[in-house]
């Protein structure tokens, strides 16, 4: 009798099999909080350079004493366990210390994106119930003014201009507000200077003990599915996480890597793998306020960046910029790219220009974030996002009720269960039901799962094209027409037809110096796409709408077509 071949489980982890050998399946968690493992790393390295900030470095042991005199700070300010604090800076010396010392007194940091209209950004303080600011200097006049709105009482204003190496700290007061990179803050009460601050402040904060389930931060979703929501991540998702990601690429940790610190810290992909990792490992970590090509390509040649968690957008911009070929970027070793897929061409490149490898991976906010990357050393898969990190389950359920797993090789919905799973949306216990369930994270995202364990995301659940009856995932789209020399980038939607139910429109943003006509691209998916799949409208853009990490806002793109079509109709 034939030998029948054993059907595959979610439940087996057959994607342990595909670890890298020192990669352990299931970890002994230190429980330590992050502002811990700080203070450790200023313990075993207090003369490495922890931050560089254009030309300006911090050691560890000064890195630690700012954290301790800021905490002592906000203290003194009156604020309390539980209580809200909010950033809202680039990727600055203040930005880390701010974070750090707003956990260190068991208060609860909310990142923001500097970009932010008024609108957005009083949703996220008022939501939050903040009490304190820490902006930049660029930024306050309009602070001040919004405070009124909100319960921040204490603004504490930064600058760019506080931590500056000679002459640049010379020169800078001279030119800073001739080229936007500073402004005066009219006079308000409870109004502080940062630099004032640090002067003033003895390291001495409150000797307290933070317990692991308390709540660290709440963490804004990008709302690129709906309203922003605050995700409610405690000291032990976010101190797990970083030991979940160190294990994963432990054969870094014991050197002293340089880290670029280019993906926004407001951004929990930016936060967790490059300002916490770092930390965690002790390594240095170049600050790039503006992640541009230019200053990119500047970093990476100056410090010797070796270690480069980026996003799709800031890859390719690398490798267009004109500097590319007289650069040396060879320092770098190990990438890792998230957010969005990563064309295989762009691998191909940066990895033939570094020598370096990189692995991609997934992650969402509510997952603190990140829940899959490929191996370092063993099979990367092109286009797959990995394997479930140490102590991650994961499993594929049916579209329409979740309860059932689908087979092996099928897609479904991917959903999460690990100790970086979120706690629970703030003062949202309906969004929070329906995300969590039974302990599992229901991600909302379309994937499948190959027989050796690795993960595929197809689509997002919500971005369905239903058309002619057929389930369309725009991405099939959007994969293809990336493959089109002519195409830089392409994002699929659904729009209303009349018999079909909806038809698909395609915005493309041709290459540099390249122009396409809309019947090319169509007969270029005729000949790779069923014909239900087709695209029946082009529309050619400079650009497309984006998330601070760059990931394309389909939904914005959506809301807009309707929004014309809604005019159209009146």
Request: charged share 25%.
């Amino acid at each position: 009798m034939a030998n029948k071949t054993k059907k595959i489980k979610y439940q087996d982890k057959p994607w342990l099999n595909n670890y890298d050998n020192n990669v352990r399946a299931k970890l002994n968690y230190e429980k330590l909080t992050l502002p811990e493992f700080l203070e450790r790393s200023a313990q075993k390295y207090p003369d490495r350079i922890a931050l560089y900030f254009e030309g300006y470095t911090i050691t560890y042991k000064e890195l630690s004493e700012m954290v301790d005199r800021f905490a002592t700070f906000l203290a003194d300010s009156g604020l309390k366990k539980g209580d809200s604090v909010a950033v809202l800076l680039a990727n600055m010396i203040q930005c880390v210390v701010s974070y750090y010392a707003i956990l260190k007194i068991g208060a609860i940091a909310v990142m923001n994106n500097p970009l932010y209209s008024d609108r957005e950004l009083l949703h996220q303080f008022n939501d939050s119930e903040c009490k304190m600011l820490i902006t930049l200097d660029l930024l306050g006049n309009r602070m001040i003014d919004l405070r009124p709105k909100t319960k921040i009482k204490k603004i504490v204003i930064a600058s760019i201009g506080d931590y500056l190496p000679f002459p640049l700290n010379m020169l800078f007061p001279l030119v800073a507000k001739r080229k936007k990179l500073a402004a005066d803050v009219k006079p308000a009460s409870d109004v502080y200077k940062w630099k004032e601050i640090i002067a003033k402040y003895p390291p001495n904060p409150p000797a307290l003990k933070i317990d692991l389930n308390s709540t660290a931060m709440y963490q804004y979703t990008g709302g690129t599915t709906g309203v922003s929501k605050g995700a409610v991540l405690t000291h032990r998702n976010m101190s797990k996480q970083v030991q979940q990601i160190g294990e994963w690429f432990k054969a870094f940790v014991p050197n002293h890597e340089i880290m670029l610190g280019a993906l926004p810290f407001f951004h929990v992909f930016g936060l967790t793998t490059s300002m916490n990792f770092a930390i965690f490992a002790g390594w240095g970590n170049i600050l790039v306020p503006k992640p541009q090509p230019d200053p990119l390509l500047k970093a990476i040649r100056k410090y010797k960046a070796t270690f480069v968690p980026l996003v799709p957008t800031m890859y390719i911009g690398i490798l267009e910029h004109p500097a590319i070929n007289t650069t040396d970027i060879t320092s770098i070793e190990g990438c890792f790219s998230g957010a969005a897929p990563l064309p295989v061409e762009v691998i191909n490149n940066f990895e033939g220009k570094t020598g370096g490898v990189i692995v991609e991976g997934y992650g969402l906010t509510e997952a603190s974030p990140v829940t899959h990357v490929n191996p370092f050393k063993g099979k990367r898969k092109i286009g797959s996002i990995g394997l479930p990190l140490p102590d991650t389950e994961c499993r594929i359920v049916d579209i329409e009720t979740g309860k059932k797993d689908m087979p092996v090789g099928e897609t479904g919905e991917l959903i999460i269960k690990g100790p970086q799973v979120l706690k629970g949306y703030k003062k949202m216990p309906d969004e929070t039901a329906i995300a969590l369930r039974n302990g599992w994270l229901y991600t909302g995202d379309i994937a499948k799962m190959d027989e050796e364990g690795y993960f595929f995301i197809v689509d997002r659940k919500k971005d369905l094209i239903i058309s002619g009856g057929y389930n369309i995932y725009p991405r099939d789209i959007d994969e293809v027409l990336f493959e089109h020399p002519k195409v830089e980038e392409a994002c699929a939607i659904g729009v209303p037809h009349p018999t079909r139910g909806e038809q698909i429109k395609v915005f493309v943003v041709p290459k540099k110096g390249q122009t396409a006509t809309q019947e090319e691209l169509i007969d270029f998916c005729k000949t790779r796409l069923a014909k239900y799949k087709w695209p029946t409208i082009i529309e050619f853009r400079k650009e497309l709408p984006k998330t601070n990490v760059g990931k394309i806002l389909r939904k914005e793109l959506r809301a807009e077509e309707l929004k014309k079509i809604t005019k159209a109709a009146e």
